[in-house]
């Protein structure tokens, strides 16, 4: 029952510590409010899984 209590690696990488604080490196989807994922192909956008809300990246050239 020890393999409940342990926390994912992928986990890790959706926060950092900043001044002692907990922050959140994605952003929070403006519809739902959840996790939105960060896509690189076939065009750079942020997309939630959630609710389907999605923004797509323009002018980083």
């Known amino acids: 029952m020890a393999s409940k209590n342990k926390v994912k690696a992928s ?3 959706y926060y950092e510590i900043v ?3 907990v922050k ?3 952003k929070k989807c403006p519809r739902c409010g959840s996790v ?3 896509h ?3 065009r750079e956008r942020w ?5 389907g ?3 797509f990246v323009t002018g980083k050239k």
């Open 11 to 13: 986990v890790r990488t």
């Open 19 to 21: 001044d002692g604080k």
């Open 24 to 26: 959140l490196k994605n």
């Open 36 to 38: 939105m994922g960060h």
């Open 40 to 42: 690189l192909k076939p």
């Open 47 to 51: 997309a939630c899984g959630k609710c």
């Open 53 to 55: 809300y999605t923004e």
